[in-house]
């Protein structure tokens, strides 16, 4: 179990696996977790109430997709 902040509604790994990516949608922001140590590296700004997200296959940007 990895702690995000509220409402966690969906999830992408990165494509050398080592980072996930997980959409908060009740905070409107994306938790990073490195998934070797479990430790949340970064939580960044989605917008208004984010539902998805995609990583690009060579890893050079995230898609978030918004219910707003």
Known sequence: ?????????GLSL???GQYL?????YASNIS?????????LN?????NNPT???MSPDG???YVTSRR
Do not use: C, K
């Open 52 to 54: 998805g997200i995609r």
């Open 21 to 25: 990516y997980v959409v908060n949608s």
């Open 43 to 47: 939580r960044l700004d989605a917008g």
């Open 1 to 9: 179990t990895l702690p995000t902040a509220n409402g966690p509604a």
């Open 60 to 62: 050079s940007a995230v």
């Open 32 to 40: 990073v977790f490195d998934l070797q140590t479990r430790e949340e």
């Open 14 to 16: 990165s494509a050398d």
